[in-house]
Every structure is written in structure tokens, then in C-alpha cells.
């Protein structure tokens, strides 16, 4: 079955205490993103990657880390995370074949950081 | 930047037809997407433009008109299971980031 996966699903955890989602998808799509869902502000992008060893900053990339080692896995990576990063975050891959675009999203990770 | 507008709210009647506007600015276009989400759930793809014009996809068609910045997705037939929140995302830029709207909340109602 297509898909992308997310671990874990629900974190509570620590200010300052580093932590590590991690994001895989088995379709072998190149592009791939993290977002972070806040309510009354839709889904902001965190980074993304256009395949392996190449990634970007989205619009909220402060306080995040990422990396794309292999073409299948993106892990988000917070080094010291504080209060203002408690979100549902999702991770995305997207195919694009003849001017269409296909992003399919995981089913999301709620972190809370006290 | 990147910004976008969507009608934060939407009420329409079941069986009707409802159309959610997204209008958008920003350098580099590539293409505009959207996208559902239903309470607690993850954001599910609908439709894609890369070009102008009209992409049908079921009871959900999508349209975009580069030359003005403007695009809206057409949802007949509504269904009581179409109550979500509506996302458009424009993806733009040399290395094709994504930006979201905040989001159109449809209900239908009986």
C-alpha cells in the first residue's frame, strides 16, 4: 500500500530536549516536506526536499533540522525544542508526472513540549 | 512572499453546488493544489492546476487562471461527508516551496 508514515504520533516531551520524528514513504517520490498545522493558521511549511542531499527552508524553518541521506526517509529533527514548537506537524511526498502534482501527507504527529 | 486568500467559512446545502475561491500572490508559479481535511485528520489531495483552465476530477473540479492569480474549486452534488476544512496551496520558487492558505471550513447542511 502507498504511503507515508510518521513516528511517533503523539509526543510530550521537555523544553530542551532533543527529539526526532521520523518520516518514510515507499513510493519513491523525490519531493518531500514537513509542515506544522497551528490552529487559525493553516499548514505552514517547515522545509522540504527536492531529492537526496538537496533541502531548502520553508516559511518557518527556525528552531528545525532535517535531512534526506536516503530517498525514502526525511526524519524532522528538533534540537532543543521549547514550548512555542507544540503543533500537529505532518510529513509530505509528492510525484509530479505531466504537469500534475500528487502530494500525499502522513497521518500526522501532535508534539507537546512543556 | 508568498500570500493566499480563501473565504474562511462557507455554508451550503446538501445536493447543491459550492465554489471556494483562492486567490493568490506570489513570484514563480508552478502550480495550485487542493487539498481536504476533515477534523482530526490528515490533509487528503484533491486536485492539481499546473496550467490554466479546468481539471475535473468526480464531483470536484478545479480551475486556475495564472494571468489572474486566481483559482477555485467546484464541488457539485454535496454530501453531509463533505463538511471539511478546504486548503489551496500555491508551490513556487526555483526549488518549489509550498505555501497554504489558511483554509475554507465548508458545512453542509440538510
Known amino acids: 500500500e502507498a504511503q507515508v508514515t510518521q513516528n511517533p504520533r503523539y509526543l510530550i516531551t521537555v523544553t530542551g530536549k532533543k527529539l526526532t520524528v521520523t518520516c518514510s514513504q515507499n513510493m519513491n517520490h523525490e519531493y518531500m516536506s514537513w509542515y506544522r498545522q497551528d490552529p487559525g493558521l493553516g499548514l505552514r511549511q517547515i522545509y522540504y526536499s527536492m531529492n537526496v542531499e538537496v533541502t531548502d527552508k520553508g516559511d518557518v524553518p527556525e528552531g528545525y533540522k532535517v535531512s534526506r541521506k536516503e530517498k525514502r526517509n526525511f526524519p524532522l529533527i528538533l534540537e532543543s525544542p521549547s514550548p512555542n514548537q507544540t503543533s500537529l506537524y505532518f510529513c509530505a511526498s509528492s510525484r509530479t508526472e505531466n504537469f500534475q502534482e500528487t502530494q500525499y501527507f502522513g497521518p500526522g504527529t501532535r508534539l507537546l513540549v512543556l | 512572499g508568498q500570500s493566499l486568500e480563501q473565504p474562511s467559512e462557507v455554508t451550503a446545502v446538501e445536493g447543491a453546488i459550492v465554489q471556494i475561491n483562492c486567490t493568490y500572490q506570489t513570484s514563480g508559479f508552478y502550480g495550485l493544489s487542493w487539498y481536504q481535511q476533515h477534523d482530526g485528520g490528515a490533509p487528503t489531495f484533491l486536485s492539481y492546476?499546473?496550467?490554466?483552465g479546468l481539471e475535473e476530477t468526480g464531483r470536484f473540479s478545479s480551475f486556475l487562471s495564472r494571468s489572474d492569480s486566481y483559482g477555485y474549486l467546484l464541488l457539485q452534488e454535496l454530501q453531509m461527508k463533505d463538511s471539511a476544512s478546504y486548503f489551496c496551496a500555491v508551490k513556487s520558487g526555483g526549488y518549489q516551496k509550498v505555501t497554504f492558505g489558511t483554509g475554507t471550513k465548508l458545512q453542509v447542511i440538510p
Open positions: 492546476n499546473g496550467l490554466d
